[in-house]
């Protein structure tokens, strides 16, 4: 295991910062990942506790790297690493060269990439203190954090109030070199109950919290007994273990074991029950390394610091001003209390709680649980004072793109999308070759029911032409609390999408940084429309988006889309609704909650309702994309600035997204592949993946 080890906390002050050293511990069985690039810091030189002073490295920042989604459809996770590299790198962290010595941070070289002006990520480890609790997550998180992570040596017996001051300590010193950086505490369990303390000693500074399985209370009942139990075990109960089963490193066993772990168990137990077969040979390979990191009296010193820790939080839970994000495992039997969590959700007043039902305690180290991920879900991730929804964005990743095309497969498979586009000659192309390839550009178009639209477009751009449509969304998409009318999490795939709340200001900054931004001026009331609506335009009357278009000489691509008609019909909408008591109730309470963009709005527009509306499916049909000829808006910021012109260009745009649509209804008519059966004859006979041909151009 590799890491940078930057101080013992000891030796921090706010006066000072720490200098950078590596340390190398040699891992003769696997090679360890070397990154590139590391944050300079250069200061005085401090008491580093343990380890081997190599070399201090002085390497610029990186920028974050442009991702190639080519190929998204079969890429693998982005998490690798598993229960047993944890294991394996503790190995490292135990023995008498660790064991002793005051608590200190150190960062993973995995870690060491990340981008310029990147926050400062704490990691304030659970009970077992080895600081490696995110190891399935270092990388991603060294792309877009600067990551420390605490080791507690296994014979430190630093109570928990002077642990809480060790970390508050760095806390103030990181705080007073860069005031501007927001500092973000990462707890699991006991730990999370340290981050709590730091953040109400010091509400003055920028902290963010994020506590996964919080302890919010001790289990007498689980631990009294457990307290007796160790009691009368031996204190050379690691040394026993080795000779009664001969776990050794480097042993013949040991090796077998490895070697089923990470050979057979990868290719043989790959489902959720291999996954448990996989981790229990790793536990019983790393036996030893288990009862070095959690012997006899260092357990019962851990639940003495437990007891102590979740006291002192919850005595303090009220003084917290940090904005907190609470990862919440459905099958945690351990510590956790949801009447407590429910709680702390209400006392602290900016707190997020993600329910993960079908996880465990040990949340980090479970497949399916994606940290970034989860941050980029909740829009929790920010680099400066305030979150913007725009520089502070996180581009997908290809397995986050793979996973959101694995959410529409049944949807893209049963429609077998049409795209055409337009190039500058007024050619129609069969594809997005004729999207502009440089922004900015306006796409402007029609919004189908439901957005039904939306995730099969927006993933096409991104695998066909690597382009991110920024979306311009209701901001009800970035509720994050308990709402009635919809689960949130079902509206992550938008946020890792990138979409962005709906406002001229959003949109302006947007172009200025010469992005491809996706806006429907028909809205809620488009996507929600009544009964006979098809394909109608509900459009403002005022030409929003024409002036701040043509300011940065954006391109405007009109699109149409048809083919919700061919897949549902609309059988209970809106104004059935509101005749039913019950269902009245519920979408006037939608309604207040999700709020209204348009609210004062005398006109048709101003009407959104928001409701889940009673659809009945029928045998799909298909999708038809249609993106127009761009219309250039270079040149013509003075021209438009008169509100004449400037209307008279806006009904054109609106007239080119009308024109879009009839020509699809018209052109659908003659394809002979539109309706399913001969779809799936013609897979059938030129193979599953092959393009579906469609009407002549």
């Known amino acids: 295991m590799e890491v940078k080890l930057l101080s013992s906390v000891f030796g921090l002050s706010p006066f000072s910062s720490e200098r950078m050293v590596s340390i190398s511990k040699s891992n003769p069985r696997r090679q360890t990942h070397r990154v590139t690039a590391i944050n300079s810091v250069a200061s005085k030189t401090h008491h580093v506790g343990v380890g081997r002073i190599l070399k201090y490295e002085k390497v610029e920042a990186t920028v974050a790297k442009v991702v190639d989604y080519s190929g998204a459809e079969t890429a693998g996770p982005d998490l690798h690493k598993s229960l047993s590299d944890f294991l394996e790198e503790a190995r490292g962290f135990v023995g008498d060269e660790y064991d002793d010595g005051p608590p200190r941070w150190f960062s993973p070289l995995e870690c060491a990439a990340q981008a310029q002006g990147s926050p400062l990520l704490l990691f304030i480890p659970g009970v077992d203190g080895t600081g490696l609790g995110l190891i399935r997550h270092h990388k991603k998180l060294g792309e877009v954090f600067d990551v420390w992570c605490l080791h507690i040596p296994v014979r430190d017996r630093t109570p928990a109030k002077d642990l809480v001051k060790l970390i508050e300590r760095t806390v103030r010193s990181e705080n007073y070199r860069f005031p501007n950086r927001p500092i973000y505490l990462v707890g699991e369990s006991v730990g999370a109950c340290l981050a709590l303390d730091v953040a109400a000693k010091n509400p003055d500074i920028d902290l963010l919290l994020i506590l996964a399985n919080p302890a919010t209370h001790v289990n007498y009942f689980i631990s009294q007994p457990l307290v007796g139990m160790l009691n009368v075990l031996p204190d050379s109960m690691p040394t026993l273990l080795e000779e009664i089963f001969g776990f050794k490193h480097g042993d013949p066993l040991t090796a077998m074991l490895d070697a089923l772990t990470n050979g057979f168990a990868a290719h043989q137990m790959s489902g959720a029950g291999g996954g448990i077969l996989k981790d229990l040979f790793a536990i019983s390979a790393h036996l030893p390394t288990l009862s070095r990191i959690f012997p006899k009296d260092t357990l019962l010193w851990k639940l003495e610091l437990l007891k102590s820790a979740v006291a002192s939080a919850n005595t303090h839970i009220s003084a917290v001003r940090a904005e907190t994000l609470i990862l919440l495992s459905g099958r945690d039997q351990w510590l956790l209390n949801e009447n407590d969590i429910n709680r702390y959700s209400r006392t602290l ?39 913007d929804r725009l520089s502070d964005y996180i581009m997908p990743t290809r397995y986050e793109l793979k996973q959101r095309l694995d959410e529409h497969k049944l949807l893209i498979d049963a429609t077998s999308p049409v795209y055409l586009s337009t190039k500058q000659d007024g050619e129609i192309v069969r594809g997005l070759e004729g999207i502009p390839s440089e922004g900015p550009v306006l796409y402007v178009g029609y919004h189908m029911l439901l957005g039904l639209e939306l995730g099969p477009m927006v993933t096409q751009f991104l695998k066909e032409r690597n382009i991110l449509l920024r979306g311009m969304a209701h901001p009800m998409l970035f509720i994050n609390s308990d709402v009635t009318f919809v689960d949130t999490q079902m509206l992550d795939k938008y946020r890792i999408l990138g979409a962005v709340p709906v406002s001229n200001l959003n949109i302006y900054k947007l172009l200025r940084s010469k992005s491809h931004v996706l806006l429907y001026p028909g809205g809620i009331r488009e996507a929600l429309h009544r009964k006979g609506e098809e394909y109608k335009l509900f459009w403002p009357e005022q030409p929003e988006f024409v002036r701040v278009a043509s300011r940065f000489g954006a391109k405007i691509v009109p699109f149409g889309v048809v083919g919700e008609d061919d897949i549902c019909k609309l059988v209970l909408d809106g104004d059935d609704q509101r005749n039913i008591p019950i269902l009245k109730q519920i979408m006037e309470e939608a309604t207040k909650q999700a709020g209204n963009v348009r609210e004062g709005d005398e006109s048709e527009l101003g009407n959104q309702e928001c409701y889940v509306p009673g659809l009945l499916p029928k045998i799909p049909g298909r999708f038809y994309f249609y993106f127009g000829k761009p219309i250039e808006t270079a040149g013509k910021e003075r021209e438009l600035k008169d509100k004449e012109k400037a209307q008279e260009f806006y009904l054109q745009v609106k007239s080119e997204v009308e024109q879009c649509i009839d020509y699809l209804k018209m052109k659908r008519e003659s394809d002979p592949y539109r309706h399913l059966l001969p779809r799936m004859m013609y897979q059938a006979s030129h193979g599953f993946s092959s393009e579906i041909p469609t009407f002549d151009l």
Do not use: A, Q
Not at 365 to 383: A, M, P, Q, S, W
């Open 349 to 387: 007043p900016k707190c997020i709680v993600r329910k993960l039902t079908d996880n465990g305690h040990f949340l980090f180290f479970e497949d399916g649980v994606d940290l970034i991920t989860i941050i980029k879900c909740t829009c929790f991730y920010r680099r400066g004072k305030s979150h």
